[in-house]
């Protein structure tokens, strides 16, 4: 009995491992730079407003705001119109014809593919006592992951920048 139900407990998971896509997932690790308590307030809050966001400002730091920039709508949308290859050797195109094939290219179908990355595809955390912040992105295909990862990473980095260069 304990050899049947081991083999039978092996071949169910090899078989549900063959059967269930394969999923991918690449992270990055942030370590924002907070000037101090609390940073400054009203700087923040402009770099959070330049996103979207609004927040009560106590005592924020950049890596308080970093998950939520990072899943903006203003953030993904930007990453919808990236250029990425789904698989190796496949032609470019935007994450929204990636995410979406067959969907048009209205704002309904843009919000959809938002509320898709937030929901299952990017995920962002503050770690409460390092401050580091890591971005989890998970799709299909492995060098698909990365690319998006990295390029997430790039639209948060330069929109700071922009925005401290127009304070």
């Known amino acids: 009995r304990i050899a049947a ?10 078989a549900l491992a063959l059967v269930l896509p394969r999923e991918w997932t690449a992270q990055v690790v942030l370590l924002p730079t907070d000037d101090g308590e609390g940073a400054f307030p009203s700087q923040l809050s402009g770099l959070a407003s330049s996103f979207g966001l609004s927040f009560p400002f106590g005592h924020a730091s950049q890596s308080d705001l970093y998950p939520a920039i990072l899943t903006s709508d203003r953030l993904l949308g930007q990453l919808l119109d990236a250029k990425f290859r789904a698989k190796e050797g496949a032609p470019e195109a935007s994450l929204l014809a990636i995410l979406a094939p067959k969907e048009t290219e209205s704002h309904a179908a843009r919000m959809k593919a938002i509320r898709r990355l937030r929901k299952s595809i990017v995920h962002a955390q503050k770690d409460s006592e390092t401050g580091l912040v890591s ?16 390029a997430l990473t790039t639209l948060l980095v330069s929109g700071v920048s922009e925005h401290v260069a127009e304070l």
């Not at 139900?5 to 090899?14: I, K, L, R």
């Not at 992105?137 to 690319?147: I, N």
């Open 5 to 14: 139900f081991t083999t039978a407990a092996v071949v169910a998971s090899v």
């Open 135 to 150: 971005v989890d992105v998970s799709t299909k295909g492995a060098s698909l992951s990365a690319d998006v990862a990295n």
